[in-house]
T-cell receptor, first 117, second 113 residues
Framework: GENVEQHPSTLSVQEGDSAVIKCTYS??????FPWYKQELGKGPQLIID?????GEKKDQRIAVTLNKTAKHFSLHITETQPEDSAVYFC????????????????FGQGTILTVHP | NAGVTQTPKFRVLKTGQSMTLLCAQD?????MYWYRQDPGMGLRLIHY???????AKGEVPDGYNVSRLKKQNFLLGLESAAPSQTSVYFC????????????FGPGTRLTVT
């Protein structure tokens, strides 16, 4: 089955700096890669996702890049703010035309991001 | 829309006791999932359902059972709780088909003593 490794486990930055979180996956069939943000005491919330037919996707201060050959994808947060402090998870799953993968996500271990004012 | 809701929010069980966690969604999603979250291990899939009346095993199904009698509800049962089942449990749902964005509930923190 799929295995997703996420690094680093903790990341501390100053407000205004950039933050980068990296994930690698093992199953070449995986083609959907979402990123989730989890604030203390809450459930994960989808912040951005990418499918393997594109190499990069941006949404304001966040972006995700995908390297299918190397089987890794990364989350980039620019101009970090204290409210970006949270746990971030990457995930991967194959989505096939027949719909038989059922969207079962394999998650990375999580990164605790702390943004210092 | 309430989105995905979970009850209860907290629960303490003694070893051997049973309980049921309820997940409800009002987004007309076809697929629903149960995950557990343990420190340093991310979220792991317990069971999932791809429609009313269907269930299937995920990565860590042992010790759990599920039922999806209504499209909007997905129940997770622990028949005989063990300390190893101390965890935070999250329910999620999605449309399915070609839409796989999962929406998560707020979680249930379960402690088994």
């Amino acid at each position: 089955g799929e295995n997703v490794e996420q690094h680093p486990s903790t990341l501390s930055v100053q407000e205004g700096d950039s933050a980068v979180i990296k994930c690698t996956y093992s199953d070449s069939a995986s083609n959907y890669f979402p990123w989730y943000k989890q604030e203390l005491g809450k459930g994960p919330q989808l912040i951005i996702d990418i499918r393997s037919n594109v190499g990069e996707k941006k949404d304001q201060r966040i972006a995700v890049t995908l390297n299918k050959t190397a089987k890794h994808f990364s989350l980039h947060i620019t101009e970090t703010q204290p409210e970006d402090s949270a746990v971030y998870f990457c995930a991967a799953t194959p989505i096939n035309a027949g719909g038989t993968s059922y969207g079962k996500l394999t998650f990375g271990q999580g990164t605790i991001l702390t943004v210092h004012p | 829309n309430a989105g995905v809701t979970q009850t209860p929010k907290f629960r303490v069980l003694k070893t051997g006791q049973s309980m049921t966690l309820l997940c409800a969604q009002d987004m007309n999603h076809e697929y629903m999932y149960w995950y557990r979250q343990d420190p340093g291990m991310g979220l792991r899939l317990i069971h999932y359902s791809v429609g009313e009346g269907t269930t299937a095993k995920g990565e860590v199904p042992d010790g759990y059972n599920v039922s999806r009698l209504k499209k909007q509800n997905f129940l997770l049962g622990l028949e005989s709780a063990a300390p190893s089942q101390t965890s935070v449990y999250f329910c999620a749902s999605t449309f399915g088909g070609h839409r796989y964005e999962q929406y998560f509930g707020p979680g249930t923190r379960l402690t088994v003593t």
